[in-house]
């Protein structure tokens, strides 16, 4: 992944702010004092379809390039999303 991220990004802070799922809920000291977390309902029939769903399993990577290729041939854009994962040292207790 060397040179894919912007440089000067600083993953040591970036892994700091990693925590276990369990403590999403847990206020945090930098919050802003007026924000608070609301529940949503789940999605329903606006989620995304499970024939469009698409996440990157041993038996679904192999198909990504032809998948991509057909959208891009109907004239679909290619956008991709970085997704931060904890280091080997991160222990999700940071």
């Known amino acids: 992944m060397e040179g894919f991220y912007p440089a000067g990004w600083d993953f040591e802070k970036i892994d700091a702010c990693i925590d ?4 999403i809920t847990v206020r945090q000291p930098h919050w802003n004092e007026g ?3 609301v529940q949503c309902d789940a ?4 989620t995304v379809p499970k024939d469009q769903r698409n996440f990157a399993t041993k038996e679904n990577l192999p ?3 032809g998948k991509i290729a057909a959208l891009k041939a109907e004239g679909a854009k290619l956008v ?3 997704v ?3 280091s080997a040292q991160s222990n999700g207790s940071n």
């Open 63 to 65: 198909t990504y390039p």
């Open 80 to 82: 991709l999303m970085p």
């Open 35 to 37: 924000f608070n977390l």
């Open 43 to 46: 999605l329903g029939e606006l």
């Open 20 to 23: 276990a799922p369990g403590n």
């Open 84 to 86: 931060l994962i904890p």
